[in-house]
């Protein structure tokens, strides 16, 4: 028999309610470095800790993070080998027999490279959105994500799920606003998105530089931004000096002898008339009607007028 999917939690609280609250054991326990078909099905009943090969654990091809920061996987990969890994990873099976990443890729990597062959999982009973749910606030919470990669998550969670902008604040423990103006972000031009995910500017400038309309406009600011070092401050300043610099362009008055033909006709019609020159000698002019009786009244005059 099938069984149901379980029902979709907050995930607000974090990753602290899959954890069991016991502490793992300082030295690992020797079970077998592949577990047998009957140890994943009682470990995901209770969800306890396995020790399994590092080498049958993968990331998971739909993550949130897309990058890793070189030093810190450094230094935490010290940190493994001074200390071992003092949290397990988080993981689902895959249709192989290994196991897929939820949480905790960046510690997969540096138990790689520190040496371990052996590392403790958590397996999680979870389909591959619930676990981008989970991994997204794993990574929200640890702040290991950029404002882009944040906003790349929500936009996934709502493509995917197709939720609105309160149940992903809901799913991610964060305020609505939060959501609305971290998808924002992704409005930017490619350029400034380079300038924000290289850290050349905040948040806030970006933010700021989204007060403008004109992609030219907003790639000029954007540079005087980093050439001058602005502040927030200033460079919403600057954003509205652009602003009230671009004025709507002012049309050419029609000719008085337009304007005069155009008063006729309305005379002669009883209604509004519009002429517009495209060129010396080509426009248009458009009638106004507003009952059918109206109309019937003006398609007998100009029929009649024409056939004199």
């Not at 924002?184 to 924000?196: A, C, M, N, S, V």
Request: charged share 30%.
């Amino acid at each position: 028999m099938t069984k149901k999917a379980p029902p979709k939690k907050a995930l607000g609280r974090g990753l602290s309610a899959l954890i069991p609250e016991k502490k793992a054991a300082a030295a690992p326990p020797p079970p077998p470095v592949i577990p047998d078909e009957q140890e994943i099905h009682a470990a995901q009943a209770s969800e306890s800790l396995l020790w399994v090969n590092i080498n049958i654990v993968h990331p998971s091809e739909v993550q949130p993070r897309t990058a890793i920061d070189e030093v810190r996987l450094e230094e935490l990969t010290e940190s493994i080998r001074e200390k071992g890994l003092l949290s397990p990873l988080i993981v689902r099976s895959d249709d192989a027999g290994g196991y897929v990443i939820i949480a905790g890729e960046r510690r997969w990597r540096a138990c790689r490279r520190a040496g371990l062959t052996r590392i403790p999982v958590l397996l999680k009973e979870t389909d591959e959105l619930e676990a981008f749910e989970l991994a997204l606030v794993e990574n929200i919470q640890r702040e290991d994500l950029s404002p882009l990669e944040e906003a790349e998550s929500y936009r996934h969670l709502i493509t995917s799920r197709n939720y609105q902008h309160d149940e992903v604040a809901q799913r991610v423990g964060k305020n609505r606003s939060t959501v609305t103006n971290a998808l924002r972000l992704l409005r930017l031009p490619t350029d400034i998105k380079g300038l924000l995910g290289e850290k050349r500017i905040s948040v806030g400038h970006a933010v700021a530089l989204l007060g403008l309309d004109d992609e030219a406009e907003m790639l000029d600011a954007a540079t005087q931004v980093v050439q001058k070092g602005l502040s927030v401050r200033a460079t919403e300043k600057l954003v509205q000096l652009k602003k009230a610099r671009k004025e709507p362009k002012k049309r050419p008055a029609p000719p008085a002898s337009l304007v005069e033909l155009q008063d006729n006709l309305q005379t002669q019609l009883g209604t509004r008339v519009k002429i517009k020159a495209r060129s010396s000698e080509k426009g248009s002019i458009t009638i106004d009607y507003y009952t059918l009786d109206q109309f019937e009244a003006l398609y007998k005059f100009l029929t009649r007028e024409a056939k004199r």
